[in-house]
């Protein structure tokens, strides 16, 4: 026992501080060896199955084709421009797929991660561009582009192949 730790009637105390101990029948009956026997087997399980390649999240994915395209806002490019591909024919569990323009106007549209594509298909195209103020928000296009049944703007997207929006103007007016 080092000097840091002293025994009074019968307990032990580190810096005035008493300490506990349990034994091991105790803890046993406290936690049960069944209880540790099937969390050990379980993280065992999960060590070796749960491990390496499985499916993607929400399950087996579409394959998809790079859709890029640049797009302005009265002939200039703008940051933050909203591009939405609704699919005609129903597409992908019927989600909408989108990107965001950068500063030159490029927009890159993505269904499962940034910049992935969309699947091959025929698809409506939407605008927004939001501005967020104090409790607010504004489609500085007016909502003009923001509903799909009134697009003129269509893409398809055919396997194998990259699609491009080329280049859209947009007017706020």
């Known amino acids: 026992m080092n000097s840091d730790t002293a025994v009074y009637s019968g307990a032990r105390y580190f810096n005035g501080i008493p300490l506990v101990s349990c034994k091991k029948d105790v803890a046993h009956k406290m936690i049960g060896t069944?209880?540790?026997?099937?969390?050990?087997?379980?993280?065992i399980i999960f060590t070796?199955?749960?491990?390496?390649?499985?499916?993607?999240?929400?399950?087996?994915r579409a394959k998809t084709v790079p859709l890029t395209g640049r797009v302005l806002v009265d002939?200039?490019?703008?940051?933050?421009?909203?591009?939405?591909?609704?699919?005609?024919?129903?597409?992908?569990?019927?989600?909408?797929?989108?990107?965001?323009?950068?500063?030159?106007?490029?927009?890159?549209?993505?269904?499962?991660?940034?910049?992935?594509?969309?699947?091959?298909?025929?698809?409506?195209?939407?605008f927004k561009w939001m501005k967020k103020g104090p409790g607010s928000e504004k489609?500085?296009?007016?909502?003009?582009?923001s509903n799909p049944d009134k697009s003129e703007y269509r893409?398809?997207?055919?396997?194998g192949q990259a699609a491009d929006l080329n280049k859209i103007d947009l007017k706020t007016k």
């Open 48 to 60: 070796i199955f749960g491990c390496g390649d499985s499916a993607p999240q929400g399950g087996p």
């Open 34 to 43: 069944k209880s540790v026997n099937n969390l050990l087997s379980l993280c």
């Open 75 to 126: 002939g200039k490019p703008e940051e933050g421009v909203t591009v939405s591909c609704h699919p005609i024919n129903g597409g992908v569990d019927n989600r909408v797929l989108s990107g965001a323009t950068d500063a030159s106007g490029k927009v890159f549209v993505s269904t499962y991660v940034s910049g992935d594509g969309v699947p091959p298909g025929e698809y409506t195209l939407t």
């Open 155 to 159: 893409v398809t997207a055919v396997e």
């Open 139 to 145: 489609d500085l296009l007016n909502g003009r582009y």
